[in-house]
C-alpha cells in the first residue's frame, strides 16, 4: 500500500478527454479518453505506431491537438510556470548534445526547471550515473542515455512522471533496477506512466494498463484485470461443419465459444484433452486440435490486432473494460 | 527569463563551438589579413615602379576605385572581418537554434520552458557575449595580420589614425549583430547542415555577386546598400569592396538599423513557424 506522501492525489490525475491528432488523412490519437491515477505504474501500450509518442507530445504541449484535451492535475501543461517542478517527462532516450557531459546536461536545465544546481549531482546519484558525470554524453550506451533521460526528468523532484519507452536498450538488471525505481516512485504517491511496445516488458512493473492501438484506446484497466482476460482457449477444426457445430451446441460451449469460420472455433475455458474426447464420443472427424496461446502477451497482441471481421476476441462483459465516461473527473484544484 | 537566459548561457558555455569558431575566425582573419595586405603592397611597389597609377581593384571597379594609397590599403585590410569573416559569428548564431533541433534537445528545452517566445528570446540574448568572443577574435586576428604584415613592407600602419579605430571598433558591433541574424535564420531554417550551406552560399557567393550585379545600374544601386552584407560594412564605415569601387554604403547608424532589422524580421518569421508549429 502506498505510504501517504506530501503529494495532493488529485494534482496527480492525469486525464485525456476525446484527444485526437491527425497527420493529413492519418488519425494518429482518434477520440482518446482515460485517466492515470497517482501511486500507481501505469502502462502506456501499444504496437509502434498506435500513437503512444503522440499522445504523450499532446499531453506535454509539444504538438496541438485536432480536437479534446489532455491535463495534468486538472490543467493544461502549458499553462503552468515551470511546470518541471510538476512534470518529469522523457520522449527520447537520445535528446543530448554529444559534446556535452552528464553533469552538464543537467546544469543546463537546472535554471529552467527552477532547481538549484546541486539537484544534478543528487538525480545523477539516484540513477546510478555518479562515476559517468563527467563524461561526454556522446560516448554513452543506450542503457545510459536511457538513465540520463530518467535523472533529467527528476531534476524538479515532480509528482508526475511520463516515460516513453524508458526500459528501451537496458540489459535484464537495469530492467530490474528500473522496475523497483519506479515502484518506489509509485509508492511515494507519484504518478508514474511508462510507455512501451511490449507487454512483457513492463508486466511486473504496472498496477494498471492503458492500451492503445492505431490511437484508439482499446483496453483501460488494472494489470489484474487483464489477466482475468487471458483465459485458455482449444482451437478446433472440423470438416463437418454442422457436426462441430452441434458438439458446441451439446456440450454447453456456445456462450464460451467463438466461430472464426465454418468449421473452424476457439473454445474457451477448456483444455484440448477435454474438447478431444468430446468430439472423439461424437465420432466428429478433427484436423486441429490445438492449445491456444493465453499468454499476456498473444492477449495483447489480440488486442492490439488489426480488426478483423467476425474474429473480435470475446472480451465483452469482462471486468477489465472500463468505459471511458466512468473515470473520475480530473480534480480542478490549485 | 533569468532562467531561460541562465540556461542558454550554459548550453553555449558547456560546449565546445564558441571558441573553436573563435579560433577559426582568428586564424582565418590574420591569414587573409596577411594575404590582402602583401598583395595590396606588392601592387603599389609595381605601380611605382612601372610609373603608372594603380587602383586598389586592379581595373575591377571601373575607375571607380580608390587609388591605391596607404589609407586605402589600411582600411580595405583592417575590415576584412566585416567583409569576409561575418559568416563565422553568422553561423555561431544560427548553430544556437540548429543544434537543439539536430539533437533533438529541442524537446526537454521546450518541457522545461513551454513558453517558446521567451527561449527565441534568451537564444538571442546568450549569444552576444560569445558573438563578442568571435568578434573580438575576427578583429584583433585582422588588424594583428595586417598591421604586422604591413610593418614588415615598411608601409605605415595607420592603427593610431582615429577614423582607422572607429572603422575597426565598430566592426565588432557589426559582427555580434550578424550573429543575431544567424539566430534569426537557424530559427527558421532549422536543419543544421541546410543551414550552413545556405548562409555560406548566400554570405559568400549570392551577396557579392548580387552586390556587383545591383551596383552596374543606376536604377538597382541603392538596393545593394540594403543587403546584409553591405549594411554590416556601413556599420564600420568602410570595406574593401567601397575601396574598389563596387558598392556604396549606408551611414552606420543606417547599415546597424538595417542588419538589426534582418535579424528581428528572421526571429520574427522563425517564431511564426518553427516555433509554432508541433515539435518531434
Known amino acids: ?334 | 527569463m533569468i532562467a531561460a537566459l541562465r540556461t542558454e548561457l550554459r548550453k553555449v558555455s558547456t560546449t565546445r563551438t564558441w571558441w573553436l569558431l573563435a579560433l577559426v575566425m582568428g586564424v582565418y582573419m590574420v591569414a587573409m589579413a596577411v594575404i590582402m595586405a602583401g598583395s595590396f603592397v606588392l601592387a603599389m611597389r609595381q605601380a611605382e615602379a612601372s610609373g603608372e597609377p594603380a587602383d586598389i581593384s586592379g581595373g575591377l571597379g571601373g575607375g571607380m576605385a580608390a587609388p591605391l594609397d596607404a589609407t586605402t590599403v589600411a582600411t580595405s585590410v583592417y575590415t576584412l572581418a566585416v567583409a569576409l569573416g561575418y559568416i563565422i559569428p553568422a553561423i555561431l548564431g544560427a548553430l544556437v537554434v540548429t543544434t537543439e533541433f539536430r539533437h533533438r534537445t529541442i524537446t526537454p528545452t521546450l518541457l522545461a520552458e513551454p513558453r517558446r517566445g521567451l527561449v527565441l528570446g534568451a537564444k538571442l540574448v546568450a549569444v552576444i557575449p560569445f558573438a563578442l568572443v568571435v568578434a573580438l577574435a575576427g578583429v584583433v586576428g585582422t588588424v594583428v595580420g595586417g598591421a604586422a604584415t604591413l610593418a614588415i613592407f615598411g608601409e605605415p600602419t595607420l592603427l593610431a589614425d582615429p577614423e582607422i579605430q572607429g572603422i575597426i571598433a565598430r566592426q565588432v558591433l557589426a559582427l555580434v549583430l550578424w550573429a543575431l541574424v544567424g539566430v534569426g535564420f537557424g530559427s527558421v531554417l532549422t536543419n543544421q547542415v541546410a543551414a550552413i550551406v545556405v548562409l555560406l552560399a548566400f554570405t559568400q557567393f549570392v551577396e557579392p555577386l548580387l552586390r556587383i550585379l545591383l551596383a552596374q545600374f543606376d536604377a538597382t544601386e541603392a538596393a545593394s546598400k540594403f543587403l546584409p552584407g553591405a549594411a554590416g560594412e556601413a556599420i564600420a564605415g568602410s570595406s574593401l569592396y567601397v575601396s574598389s569601387g563596387l558598392a556604396q554604403l549606408l551611414e552606420v547608424w543606417q547599415g546597424a538599423l538595417v542588419l538589426l532589422g534582418y535579424a528581428v524580421l528572421l526571429v520574427v518569421i522563425g517564431r511564426l513557424t518553427t516555433f509554432r508549429r508541433d515539435i518531434g
Open chain 1, 1 to 334: 500500500m502506498p505510504a501517504p506522501g506530501p503529494f495532493d492525489p488529485a494534482d496527480g490525475v492525469v486525464q485525456l478527454t476525446g484527444l485526437t491528432k491527425h497527420f493529413g488523412p492519418v488519425r494518429a490519437v482518434d477520440d482518446l479518453t482515460c485517466t492515470v491515477q497517482p501511486g500507481r505504474v501505469t502502462g502506456f501500450l501499444g504496437p509502434n505506431g498506435a500513437g503512444k509518442t503522440t499522445t504523450l507530445r499532446l499531453l506535454l504541449g509539444l504538438a496541438t491537438p485536432n480536437a479534446g484535451t489532455a491535463t495534468i492535475g486538472g490543467r493544461p501543461y502549458r499553462a503552468r510556470r515551470q511546470p518541471a517542478r510538476h512534470v518529469g517527462a522523457a520522449l527520447e532516450a537520445a535528446s543530448f548534445h554529444p559534446g556535452r557531459t552528464a553533469r552538464d546536461h543537467l546544469r543546463v536545465y537546472a535554471p529552467q526547471v527552477g532547481v538549484p544546481e546541486s539537484r544534478a549531482d543528487e538525480v545523477l546519484a539516484q540513477v546510478g550515473l555518479s562515476d559517468a558525470a563527467d563524461r561526454r554524453a556522446g560516448g554513452f550506451s543506450l542503457g545510459m542515455r536511457q538513465r540520463l533521460a530518467l535523472a533529467t526528468t527528476l531534476l524538479g523532484d515532480p509528482q508526475v512522471l511520463l516515460l516513453d519507452e524508458p526500459a528501451n536498450g537496458l540489459d535484464p538488471e537495469g530492467i530490474a533496477w528500473l522496475r523497483h525505481f519506479l515502484r518506489w516512485l509509485a509508492e511515494q504517491g507519484r504518478t508514474v506512466l511508462v510507455s512501451s511496445h511490449v507487454l512483457s516488458e513492463v508486466e511486473q512493473t504496472v498496477d494498471d494498463v492503458i492500451i492503445i492501438a492505431r490511437g484508439r484506446l482499446v483496453h483501460a484497466s488494472s494489470l489484474t484485470q487483464l489477466e482475468a482476460l487471458a483465459r485458455p482457449a482449444v482451437r478446433v477444426v472440423s470438416p463437418d461443419v454442422e457436426g462441430l457445430a452441434a458438439l458446441v451446441q451439446e456440450q454447453g460451449w456456445a456462450p464460451a465459444t467463438r466461430f472464426d469460420g465454418p468449421g473452424s472455433a476457439t473454445v474457451y475455458d477448456r483444455r484440448a484433452a477435454e474438447v478431444g474426447a468430446a468430439a472423439f464420443g461424437r465420432g466428429l472427424q478433427l484436423h486441429e486440435l490445438a492449445t491456444a496461446d493465453t499468454s499476456l502477451e498473444a492477449l495483447f497482441l489480440q488486442l492490439t490486432a488489426d480488426p478483423q471481421p467476425g474474429a473480435a476476441p470475446p472480451t465483452g462483459g469482462s471486468p477489465g473494460m472500463t468505459p471511458p465516461s466512468a473515470t473520475a473527473p480530473a480534480g480542478g484544484q490549485r
